[in-house]
């Protein structure tokens, strides 16, 4: 056998459950892809639903993507010996909690918010008819005179909230990063998932393209000066994070 091939793991001593086994090991071995966080989310669909039993059927579907997040990361500090998994995700997703709070306070929102709200979805939808895509929140801002933080508050008054989507973008990585409106997954949730995992040139694409962690939006020109790399590889790295946020949608939807 070459010293270089996969050893068997040892899982007599496990206490996680033999269902789990299989896609667990294989997540732990991989490096997190969409496909394996996939498969693993698949997995613990049981867990999770049980989780969410304890709220109301309309809220489950709003809490579902924030579980699938939270179980996964959970698994970072999990310990197969210690624990079996059901009762681990049992303590780990009563956060599930703070983020129904949360979601609460949203539902409760003033007439004038709801009233913004209709407005920035009609025009989502002519502007969609005209373009023949999903409008971005600077396009909306144009059409609407409405600033992107309003529209961003008016869009969490419902069931319709945000994620981030690139615009076209040329060759030289002309194209910004920009929220779009009509995802049915929240973008921190997203950013939850994808962030931790990539590197550290594009955790400062992403940062700086969203100001996400306080940090300064910067066109591509200047995240070109600023991380000395040229407009091009801004590009390419601009795709390969709206793919990944493309696909997470798919496993956290």
Known sequence: MSDNAAQPVDT???????????????????K??????AAMVKALGPAIDKSLLRFE?????????KAKVLALKALNKYDPKQTNLNTYFTQQLQKLNREYNSTQQIIHVSENKNYDRQRVLTAASEIEAELGR??????????LHMSPGKIQKAM???????HGTFEATDAEGGGSLQP????????????????????????????????????????AAELSRKLKISQATISLRKKHIQDLMDRSVNVLR
Do not use: C
């Open 57 to 65: 059927a309309n809220d489950r579907l709003a809490l579902r993507p």
């Open 180 to 219: 779009s409106v009509l995802s049915p997954v929240k973008f921190d949730t997203i950013v939850d998932l994808i962030y931790p995992d990539l590197n550290s040139l594009d955790k400062l694409i992403m940062e700086h393209e969203f100001g996400l962690y306080g940090k300064r939006k910067l066109s």
């Open 134 to 143: 999903a409008p971005t929140t600077y396009e909306l801002s144009d059409r």
């Open 12 to 30: 007599s001593k496990w206490r996680l459950e033999p269902a789990y086994h299989a896609p667990f090991q294989t997540w732990q071995a991989s």
């Open 156 to 162: 969490s008054a419902g069931n319709a909230v945000s």
């Open 32 to 37: 997190r892809t969409p496909a394996d966080n």
